[in-house]
């Protein structure tokens, strides 16, 4: 799994586990008949409504800087052209180097495919959408040598599941 | 001229502040003055601190100063005008004047509303962010500091609504809601093209004052509607509900 | 019954019964497309595509969006709003579309191969590479129209109920009505002002939900004419990008068609078993202003991974993350006035009201999940695996579906005028239902977050294991809905399963336990052998050759009987046979529409290749 998906299923599991026992908690105070200061809980809501708002900010502000926009190649990146069509992926013969930069540049020939790319023990390194009738440019750099697999990502018909090829990096 | 601006400004906050503590101090706590003395100091440093220097580098920066002078000063000196402040604050001259003219009076009225404050906060913000207008400010001095006096200019009606105390809290928060969504295509549009002005050629800075004004819009003016909607949501309700209290009288 | 009450209680069970079918046909394809993917009856990728096309309508728009819509006018009649005779012409015209176009949708999916999924994301409906012909593609678009259709009529069903008399407005202005509909009063009572009775709340989500889907629907509506155009005349097309907003537009807010009348279920019901209003303070009409605006203003969080170079799609799509995080505000706020509802309360645990706590729970869990992929920096992680797969089966299944099932348990016996058959079974269905789709949801997010890609017919290797824990979990889901069905069929017919049966109860009980048991075990003893074949040591006994054409993407193009390949894009290599020399030369310099591999293979890799197809060509 990459880091992202561990910091998701540990972060996951733990905000799940704290909602399940607050829900059993509701449930189970139901068994008992004490009172409870419903006008106040009603009032309550407005600070509930401020508190959410205060965490959806920090959690924006904390992931809005890492997204894969604007990504711009240096001018001494590996240029690799990848072409998707149904079923296959046309990669060109020039091998990756590891520790440069690699700008992809993805078309499609026919409809939206998704150019995935897993190292060999299955772990995702990233995605992009490959648009018909459109240019995608992806910037990565591979840190270590060795064969990556890829596979298509947005269902593109029946063959979908064959569209797979290797990538070999090298020193 | 700027130190001399923000001493006058000062002075006479000053004196009609002092007149009024005299009279009513509960009218004039001590916080206004230092909110209004701290709103001139931030528009005054950032105009002539290194941040200037800077602004002429980078558009953040240039975008950090007149987030500044154009909003932050502006909400501080608003929020040091509350209640017969605004009154006192005006030399007694220029009261006796503008009270005599019905002119003054009805131009002052008209501004005051909420839609024409939008509208002129909307035209002076976009029409300074064109690239023509704001091109233009950089090279002749004097338009510069047009544009500086006339976004705190706006901005302060804009703030002066906000903190009005008098106006519904709910009503102050829509208005402010509005005015942060009608300022964020400005800054969409600063971070979604390609460099506008000829001055800051590059992407990644103009990215970056992008990202600072929506910060900025938010951290000001989307608290300051978060916390009046807060105030408004249950005061409003009581008086309008009387079913709920006829429900909870016949269930007892 | 009153004579208005009434007609909204024969089109809600109308609805209902309709749509359960409906869940009975598209849960069972669920079933067929989870077991072949783990080897259980394996199917055809090209069928396998065309059941998924039609599970996934089938389940999300004819079994969840239309019994919601349907219970909608109940809730509607229960809080005061009955269908009028507008109302009631538009709830039929309603109906009638929806079952024509779902009957639609399943003829060319299930019988002439439709296999574009239900999100037919353009132009794939006209690259069908073998699978379905043009008009089988223009049928497809055309029932999918009827179902939109269908959409916009029910809201304006909904709109003429709730915006009659019965509201109670003070204004006789359409705008400020809407207003007062939407929960405006909350915020400004003397401009939106009621008498004598402020609206209930469980009329705003479906003032909010029967806007937006006008809003949403007509833009795809006009795409699905050019598809239908395109279809039989190839030459007409559109923008990609422009057509997969469009598509999004509707996509999105058609998520909230389930959860919109579902939350005014949530808040029509939760508050009858507790004994107590709904605990809300004004501050939720809030959470509806927000979600009426921006349900309309987020589609493009679904095409985050989507940013051609030199398209604002870029730009578009970063300011789509703040607005879809403020839509979550309204759940944050309704669950917590719900909880709040049931906490410390006289709350009546029935199979119903089970049901909704848990379609609480579920939702909240969901939501969770969904503000993960609401997040561009997680997104680019998750997107198109089976995390989303399993995020949107328990929002649906669960958030949405434990709402239908509350709501049929607890009004199924007002609508026949007789009593629920069996209590204890429904009980069964209720906690199996959940635990077990719970349970195959997280089988699903744990694959997705390990990379595991969605719409897959055949699964890579690595997620086997996972794929075959499900098998067991699926069945016994399968089998609960026959208690659903079961329950349903027995109390139309009057039938009641007495206190003095407590016999049958108990062998009721035994009866599901042994299936349960026979299910898992029926797994165990097949799955077992299947496990381990899959997990014996790979014997290198493939040629080089035959392992290039295997897994070089040759067999998604070419039919070839030796390596099992039986795609139809390219030539058939068993009727073509084709020379050593003739291979080497396609395969490295490509031909026609064939694109060259000789950056991709070796020579060596190609001379293989080469030599495997041209002895094995038209040999078995």
Same mark, same amino acid.
Request: glycine share 8%; proline share 5%.
């Given at each position: 799994?990459?880091?992202?998906?561990?910091?998701?299923?540990? @972060?996951?599991? +733990?905000?799940? *586990?704290?909602?399940? $026992?607050?829900?059993?908690?509701?449930?189970?105070? /139901?068994? &008992?008949?004490?009172?409870?200061?419903?006008?106040?809980?009603?009032?309550?809501?407005?600070?509930?409504?401020?508190?959410?708002?205060?965490?959806?900010?920090?959690?924006?502000?904390?992931?809005?800087?890492?997204?894969?926009?604007?990504?711009?190649?240096?001018?001494?990146?590996?240029?690799?052209?990848?072409?998707?069509?149904?079923? @296959?992926?046309? +990669?060109?013969? *020039?091998?990756?180097? $590891?520790?440069?930069?690699?700008?992809?540049?993805? /078309?499609? &020939?026919?409809?939206?495919?998704?150019?995935?790319?897993?190292?060999?023990?299955?772990?995702?390194?990233?995605?992009?959408?490959?648009?018909?009738?459109?240019?995608?440019?992806?910037?990565?750099?591979?840190?270590?040598?060795?064969?990556?697999?890829?596979?298509?990502?947005?269902?593109?018909?029946?063959?979908?599941?064959?569209?797979?090829?290797?990538?070999?990096?090298?020193? | 001229?700027?130190?001399?601006?923000?001493?006058?400004?000062?002075?006479?906050?000053?004196?009609?502040?002092?007149?009024?503590?005299?009279?009513?101090?509960?009218?004039?706590?001590?916080?206004?003055?230092?909110?209004?003395?701290?709103?001139?100091?931030?528009?005054?440093?950032?105009?002539?601190?290194?941040?200037?220097?800077?602004?002429?580098?980078?558009?953040?920066?240039?975008?950090?100063?007149?987030?500044?002078?154009?909003?932050?000063?502006?909400?501080?000196?608003?929020?040091?005008?509350?209640?017969?402040?605004?009154?006192?604050?005006?030399?007694?001259?220029?009261?006796?004047?503008?009270?005599?003219?019905?002119?003054?009076?009805?131009?002052?009225?008209?501004?005051?509303?909420?839609?024409?404050?939008?509208?002129?906060?909307?035209?002076?913000?976009?029409?300074?962010?064109?690239?023509?207008?704001?091109?233009?400010?950089?090279?002749?001095?004097?338009?510069?500091?047009?544009?500086?006096?006339?976004?705190?200019?706006?901005?302060?009606?804009?703030?002066?609504?906000?903190?009005?105390?008098?106006?519904?809290?709910?009503?102050?928060?829509?208005?402010?809601?509005?005015?942060?969504?009608?300022?964020?295509?400005?800054?969409?549009?600063?971070?979604?093209?390609?460099?506008?002005?000829?001055?800051?050629?590059?992407?990644?800075?103009?990215?970056?004052?992008?990202?600072?004004?929506?910060?900025?819009?938010?951290?000001?003016?989307?608290?300051?509607?978060?916390?009046?909607?807060?105030?408004?949501?249950?005061?409003?309700?009581?008086?309008?509900?009387?079913?709920?209290?006829?429900?909870?009288?016949?269930?007892? | 019954?009153?004579?208005?009450?009434?007609?909204?209680?024969?089109?809600?069970?109308?609805?209902?019964?309709?749509?359960?079918?409906?869940?009975?046909?598209?849960?069972?394809?669920?079933?067929?497309?989870?077991?072949?993917?783990?080897?259980?009856?394996?199917?055809?990728?090209?069928?396998?595509?065309?059941?998924?096309?039609?599970?996934?309508?089938?389940?999300?728009?004819?079994?969840?969006?239309?019994?919601?819509?349907?219970?909608?006018?109940?809730?509607?009649?229960?809080?005061?709003?009955?269908?009028?005779?507008?109302?009631?012409?538009?709830?039929?015209?309603?109906?009638?579309?929806?079952?024509?176009?779902?009957?639609?949708?399943?003829?060319?999916?299930?019988?002439?191969?439709?296999?574009?999924?239900?999100?037919?994301?353009?132009?794939?409906?006209?690259?069908?590479?073998?699978?379905?012909?043009?008009?089988?593609?223009?049928?497809?678009?055309?029932?999918?129209?009827?179902?939109?259709?269908?959409?916009?009529?029910?809201?304006?069903?909904?709109?003429?109920?709730?915006?009659?008399?019965?509201?109670?407005?003070?204004?006789?202005?359409?705008?400020?009505?809407?207003?007062?509909?939407?929960?405006?009063?909350?915020?400004?009572?003397?401009?939106?002002?009621?008498?004598?009775?402020?609206?209930?709340?469980?009329?705003?989500?479906?003032?909010?939900?029967?806007?937006?889907?006008?809003?949403?629907?007509?833009?795809?509506?006009?795409?699905?004419?050019?598809?239908?155009?395109?279809?039989?005349?190839?030459?007409?097309?559109?923008?990609?990008?422009?057509?997969?907003?469009?598509?999004?537009?509707?996509?999105?807010?058609?998520?909230?068609?389930?959860?919109?009348?579902?939350?005014?279920?949530?808040?029509?019901?939760?508050?009858?078993?507790?004994?107590?209003?709904?605990?809300?303070?004004?501050?939720?009409?809030?959470?509806?202003?927000?979600?009426?605006?921006?349900?309309?203003?987020?589609?493009?969080?679904?095409?985050?991974?989507?940013?051609?170079?030199?398209?604002?799609?870029?730009?578009?799509?970063?300011?789509?993350?703040?607005?879809?995080?403020?839509?979550?505000?309204?759940?944050?706020?309704?669950?917590?006035?719900?909880?709040?509802?049931?906490?410390?309360?006289?709350?009546?645990?029935?199979?119903?009201?089970?049901?909704?706590?848990?379609?609480?729970?579920?939702?909240?869990?969901?939501?969770?999940?969904?503000?993960?992929?609401?997040?561009?920096?997680?997104?680019?992680?998750?997107?198109?695996?089976?995390?989303?797969?399993?995020?949107?089966?328990?929002?649906?299944?669960?958030?949405?579906?434990?709402?239908?099932?509350?709501?049929?348990?607890?009004?199924?016996?007002?609508?026949?005028?007789?009593?629920?058959?069996?209590?204890?079974?429904?009980?069964?269905?209720?906690?199996?239902?959940?635990?077990?789709?719970?349970?195959?949801?997280?089988?699903?997010?744990?694959?997705?977050?390990?990379?595991?890609?969605?719409?897959?017919?055949?699964?890579?290797?690595?997620?086997?294991?996972?794929?075959?824990?499900?098998?067991?979990?699926?069945?016994?889901?399968?089998?609960?809905?026959?208690?659903?069905?079961?329950?349903?069929?027995?109390?139309?017919?009057?039938?009641?399963?007495?206190?003095?049966?407590?016999?049958?109860?108990?062998?009721?009980?035994?009866?599901?336990?042994?299936?349960?048991?026979?299910?898992?075990?029926?797994?165990?003893?097949?799955?077992?052998?299947?496990?381990?074949?899959?997990?014996?040591?790979?014997?290198?006994?493939?040629?080089?050759?035959?392992?290039?054409?295997?897994?070089?993407?040759?067999?998604?193009?070419?039919?070839?009987?030796?390596?099992?390949?039986?795609?139809?894009?390219?030539?058939?290599?068993?009727?073509?046979?084709?020379?050593?020399?003739?291979?080497?030369?396609?395969?490295?310099?490509?031909?026609?529409?064939?694109?060259?591999?000789?950056?991709?293979?070796?020579?060596?890799?190609?001379?293989?290749?080469?030599?495997?197809?041209?002895?094995?060509?038209?040999?078995?």
């Amino acid at each position: 799994m990459n880091t992202t998906g561990t910091v998701l299923t540990v @972060a996951f599991t +733990v905000t799940c *586990a704290v909602g399940i $026992a607050i829900v059993t908690l509701v449930a189970l105070s /139901t068994h &008992r008949r004490r009172s409870v200061d419903i006008d106040r809980i009603r009032h309550a809501e407005r600070d509930w409504f401020v508190a959410v708002v205060v965490l959806l900010v920090a959690v924006l502000a904390a992931t809005i800087a890492f997204t894969p926009y604007g990504r711009s190649a240096r001018r001494d990146a590996q240029i690799v052209d990848v072409q998707g069509f149904q079923f @296959a992926w046309v +990669v060109p013969s *020039a091998t990756i180097k $590891a520790g440069r930069q690699v700008e992809f540049r993805l /078309t499609s &020939r026919d409809v939206n495919h998704n150019f995935a790319v897993y190292t060999a023990g299955g772990k995702l390194l990233f995605q992009v959408q490959v648009m018909p009738g459109k240019t995608q440019r992806y910037v990565y750099t591979f840190t270590r040598p060795g064969t990556y697999h890829v596979l298509c990502l947005e269902y593109c018909g029946v063959g979908h599941t064959d569209m797979q090829t290797d990538l070999r990096v090298v020193t | 001229m700027i130190y001399a601006a923000a001493a006058v400004a000062l002075l006479t906050y000053g004196r009609g502040f002092a007149r009024l503590r005299r009279r009513r101090p509960a009218l004039a706590p001590a916080w206004a003055a230092w909110s209004f003395a701290a709103g001139v100091t931030v528009a005054a440093a950032a105009l002539v601190s290194p941040l200037d220097g800077e602004a002429d580098r980078s558009l953040t920066a240039h975008m950090g100063q007149h987030l500044l002078v154009g909003d932050v000063a502006p909400l501080l000196m608003a929020a040091a005008l509350r209640g017969p402040l605004a009154l006192f604050a005006v030399p007694a001259p220029f009261l006796r004047t503008m009270s005599r003219s019905p002119g003054v009076r009805r131009c002052l009225c008209f501004l005051l509303r909420k839609p024409v404050s939008l509208a002129v906060w909307c035209v002076v913000l976009y029409a300074w962010h064109s690239p023509l207008l704001y091109d233009a400010a950089l090279t002749h001095p004097g338009v510069h500091a047009i544009e500086h006096a006339s976004l705190l200019a706006a901005s302060f009606l804009v703030w002066m609504q906000v903190m009005d105390s008098r106006r519904s809290p709910g009503g102050r928060a829509a208005f402010a809601g509005v005015v942060l969504l009608a300022g964020m295509p400005l800054a969409e549009v600063l971070l979604a093209t390609k460099p506008i002005y000829s001055a800051y050629p590059g992407a990644a800075d103009q990215a970056h004052a992008a990202v600072a004004m929506m910060a900025e819009q938010v951290a000001t003016l989307g608290v300051a509607a978060l916390l009046l909607l807060r105030s408004h949501v249950e005061r409003v309700a009581a008086p309008a509900q009387p079913w709920r209290r006829a429900q909870r009288s016949e269930a007892q | 019954m009153s004579a208005e009450l009434e007609v909204s209680r024969r089109w809600a069970f109308r609805y209902l019964i309709a749509s359960t079918a409906i869940l009975g046909a598209a849960g069972t394809l669920g079933v067929l497309l989870r077991d072949s993917q783990a080897d259980v009856g394996r199917i055809d990728p090209g069928w396998w595509y065309a059941l998924m096309t039609a599970h996934g309508l089938g389940a999300f728009v004819g079994w969840a969006a239309f019994a919601v819509m349907g219970f909608s006018y109940w809730v509607l009649a229960q809080a005061g709003f009955p269908l009028r005779p507008w109302g009631r012409r538009l709830a039929a015209l309603t109906w009638w579309l929806m079952v024509l176009g779902v009957a639609g949708v399943v003829v060319t999916t299930l019988g002439f191969k439709f296999g574009g999924s239900w999100v037919f994301l353009y132009p794939l409906s006209f690259h069908a590479a073998g699978q379905w012909g043009r008009w089988t593609s223009f049928f497809f678009s055309f029932s999918v129209l009827l179902v939109g259709l269908s959409i916009v009529t029910w809201c304006l069903a909904v709109l003429h109920t709730i915006l009659g008399p019965a509201l109670h407005a003070v204004s006789d202005r359409i705008p400020n009505r809407i207003g007062v509909a939407l929960g405006f009063g909350y915020l400004s009572p003397t401009r939106f002002a009621t008498n004598p009775r402020p609206v209930p709340y469980a009329v705003i989500p479906l003032t909010a939900i029967g806007i937006d889907m006008i809003i949403a629907t007509l833009p795809l509506a006009v795409l699905l004419v050019e598809m239908m155009v395109q279809s039989l005349s190839p030459g007409v097309h559109v923008d990609p990008l422009l057509a997969k907003n469009v598509l999004w537009f509707f996509g999105h807010p058609v998520v909230y068609l389930l959860l919109f009348p579902a939350v005014a279920i949530y808040y029509t019901l939760i508050p009858r078993y507790a004994g107590r209003e709904l605990v809300a303070g004004n501050i939720i009409a809030v959470g509806w202003a927000i979600a009426v605006t921006a349900n309309v203003i987020v589609w493009a969080h679904h095409i985050y991974i989507d940013y051609p170079s030199g398209t604002p799609q870029a730009a578009l799509n970063v300011t789509m993350e703040p607005l879809t995080f403020a839509i979550t505000i309204v759940s944050a706020l309704s669950l917590y006035s719900l909880f709040f509802t049931v906490y410390r309360s006289d709350f009546q645990w029935t199979a119903a009201s089970t049901a909704l706590y848990l379609g609480l729970v579920s939702w909240l869990i969901a939501g969770f999940s969904g503000l993960v992929n609401a997040t561009i920096a997680f997104d680019q992680v998750i997107h198109n695996t089976l995390w989303i797969v399993g995020h949107f089966h328990q929002m649906a299944l669960l958030g949405i579906g434990l709402a239908i099932i509350g709501a049929t348990y607890a009004w199924l016996p007002d609508f026949v005028g007789r009593p629920l058959y069996s209590e204890s079974l429904a009980r069964w269905h209720v906690w199996l239902t959940f635990v077990f789709t719970m349970f195959n949801t997280a089988i699903w997010m744990y694959q997705g977050l390990l990379g595991g890609p969605r719409r897959f017919a055949v699964l890579p290797h690595r997620y086997d294991a996972a794929g075959q824990l499900a098998v067991p979990v699926t069945i016994v889901l399968a089998a609960a809905q026959l208690l659903f069905a079961f329950n349903i069929v027995q109390t139309l017919r009057g039938r009641r399963l007495t206190a003095d049966s407590f016999g049958t109860a108990r062998a009721i009980s035994v009866g599901v336990a042994v299936l349960l048991a026979a299910a898992v075990g029926g797994w165990a003893a097949v799955g077992g052998t299947r496990t381990a074949k899959t997990t014996a040591p790979a014997a290198p006994t493939a040629s080089p050759g035959k392992t290039v054409f295997t897994t070089k993407g040759c067999s998604a193009c070419h039919t070839l009987a030796n390596a099992g390949a039986t795609g139809t894009v390219g030539p058939n290599l068993d009727e073509k046979k084709p020379s050593f020399a003739t291979v080497v030369e396609f395969v490295t310099n490509g031909k026609g529409a064939m694109p060259p591999f000789k950056g991709q293979l070796s020579s060596a890799q190609i001379r293989d290749v080469a030599s495997y197809v041209s002895q094995v060509a038209g040999t078995r």
